[in-house]
């Protein structure tokens, strides 16, 4: 981020609504005042509408689930992600129960690439006959600690409507992992959970049903979008909220592939939604870094999970856009007719408009009457450059895959046990040498420089690739942001007071803060 979109921030920040009674031009006692009356009428106004009870000295409880379907598919980054909002969570106050892939059994269940260089003797044989990858890969049992059980299907569903039947507080449900897309309705979308089993967004939708708590969620999945039926009273076709409430926060949209299954346990490499959300929650990136831009917008002394989820729209580099459960509520109450209505110019005033400029100014989108323009076109070009990366990645997997064959043929020749990895005659050749030889013919074919040199070709074209698809995004969700303004602003101008209720409580639900232990400060901090 450039040094003048952190000035504009600043003083951004420092001009908001919320910062009326607290003005650095104003000597500090007047301030101090300020501040005081501001927190006498909180409290005289949360008592008055019987905000503060006995249940505001509670911790909310949390519950994660996490992990992969089975091991080739439980990386290492679904483990770190678990791990990091888990303590994320504790060091919030929360009670946090954990279900990972086996439960904990004996055995691997996570898989984890390592950045260390190839050294392997095997090397070539590996490039030429396997996946060279695989030799930095590491397949190992869990180490997290105070695992409640599996998530296969079968023992999570009973254990979740236990838990959630016997919540006495506010609950928080996280999962990390993988989804599935829904072919019909978006409620059909899934968690693919330990032993290739699932359960779908309208499954848990009765599940939930359970409990008579307030539930707030984060699926950072692929399709995460789906789970958003969780938020309605039927998870089909319905504007009316759960009761009691639900609301939460998904990584994209049910119709999206996520960012954030890498098998690699270099966390400065994650930018997954998981990562700038409890980022913006702590203050603190995962290595310790103080976070790019301040979080906690209504300067109150507490970030709460709306303001991380805001974050993590404006900062996040990444494939992802993200969606909370009132923007998908805007999102399904906008009417028929109002999407013929021509796009407004001039951006309304709210908070997605002011996400909208900072994120322009960020990417340094010139803020003008024709912006929209300017971004498709931009839009435009980057298909095009994506297009001519796909083309040459395509080239250079058929360049690969000619090379590998030309180089492996007069091995097979020689050697032809070397295609039975199973069997006695290639048992033989690891045991007297064998692969030794084999991998040094490999090394003299003059070919192998030209094969090790596309395979790194490719690796580079395919970071190229990546990079072009979070440009992408970036872009998109500067859209995506002027969309949700425009709505913003239609449900106030068209919007019947049930839908505008509707919509409030949905938002106040995700401001609450992360633990209702500390509500009733926070909500006076408001004031």
């Known amino acids: 981020m450039n040094t003048d979109a952190k000035t504009s921030r600043s003083m951004t920040y420092s001009n908001t609504p919320t910062s009326l009674f607290i003005n650095p031009f104003i000597p500090p006692i007047v301030n101090s005042l300020a501040h005081m009356l501001r927190r006498t009428f909180a409290a005289t106004l949360l008592l008055a509408v019987g905000f503060v009870t006995s249940n505001a000295a509670q911790a909310d409880e949390a519950i994660i689930i996490g992990g992969g379907y089975d091991l080739l598919s439980s990386q290492g980054q679904i483990e770190l992600n678990v791990q990091y909002a888990r303590q994320s969570l504790l060091d919030k106050g929360l009670d946090v129960t954990t279900f990972f892939t086996d439960g904990g059994k004996p055995g691997n269940d996570v898989f984890a690439q390592h950045q260390e260089p190839l050294n392997s003797t095997f090397e070539p044989v590996a490039r030429v006959f396997g996946d060279y990858l695989e030799q930095n890969r590491e397949y190992r049992s869990s180490n997290l600690t105070d695992i409640s059980g599996s998530t296969r299907r079968d023992s999570l569903l009973p254990e979740l409507k236990r838990l959630l039947s016997s919540a006495d507080s506010p609950v928080w ?38 409990t008579d708590q307030t539930v707030r ?50 966390t400065d490499d994650y930018r997954d939604y998981t990562t700038h959300f409890f ?4 203050g603190f990136n995962r290595n310790g870094s103080i976070v790019a831009s301040e979080p906690d917008t209504d300067q109150n002394g507490e970030v709460s999970p709306r303001e991380a989820h805001l974050y993590s729209l404006l900062n996040a580099n990444s494939t992802d856009i993200s969606l909370a459960s009132s923007e998908d ?14 796009n407004v110019r001039d951006l309304p005033e709210n908070e997605y408009a002011k996400l909208f400029r900072e994120l322009a100014l960020n990417l340094n989108v010139p803020l003008e009457q024709n912006s929209v323009r300017t971004i498709r076109h931009e839009l435009d070009k980057l298909a095009d450059i994506r297009a001519t990366v796909s083309d040459k990645i395509a080239a250079i997997h058929a360049a690969t895959k000619r090379l590998r064959h030309q180089i492996a043929e007069p091995v097979i020749a020689q050697w032809p046990a070397i295609l039975g990895p199973y069997t006695q005659g290639f048992q033989a050749l690891s045991r007297d040498g ?5 991998s040094d013919a490999i090394s003299a074919d003059p070919a192998y420089n030209s094969l090790v040199e596309t395979q790194a ?8 690739r ?21 709505l913003r602003q239609q449900l106030t101008d068209f919007g019947s007071q049930t839908d505008i209720d509707t919509y409030n409580k949905f938002v106040q639900c995700e401001s609450m803060s992360l633990n209702t232990e500390s509500a009733g400060r926070v909500m006076a901090e408001q004031y």
Not at 174 to 181: A, E, R, S, T
Not at 329 to 342: A, G, H, N
Not at 434 to 438: A, D, H, K, V
Not at 457 to 464: F, K, M
């Open 329 to 342: 509520f805007l999102e399904r109450w906008e009417p028929w007719y109002l999407k013929w209505t021509p």
């Open 466 to 486: 990546l990079t072009l698809k979070r440009q992408t995004a970036n872009l998109q969700k500067l859209l995506h942001l002027r969309r949700l303004a425009a």
């Open 434 to 438: 064998g692969l030794s030889t084999i």
């Open 457 to 464: 070709s490719l690796a580079e074209l395919q970071i190229e």
């Open 217 to 266: 969620y984060a699926f950072t999945q692929c399709y995460s979008g789906g789970f958003h039926a969780l938020a309605y009273d039927k998870p089909v076709g319905s504007l009316t909220p759960a009761s009691p409430q639900r609301c939460g926060f998904t990584a994209v949209s049910a119709y999206s592939l996520a960012e954030g299954c890498s098998a690699s346990i270099n």
């Open 173 to 210: 449900l996280l999962y990390n992992g993988h989804g599935n897309q829904s072919s019909s309705t978006p409620d059909q979308v899934t968690l693919e959970l330990w032993e290739k089993t699932r359960v779908t967004a309208n499954e848990l939708h009765g599940v939930l049903e359970a």
């Open 279 to 282: 980022a913006a929650l702590t």
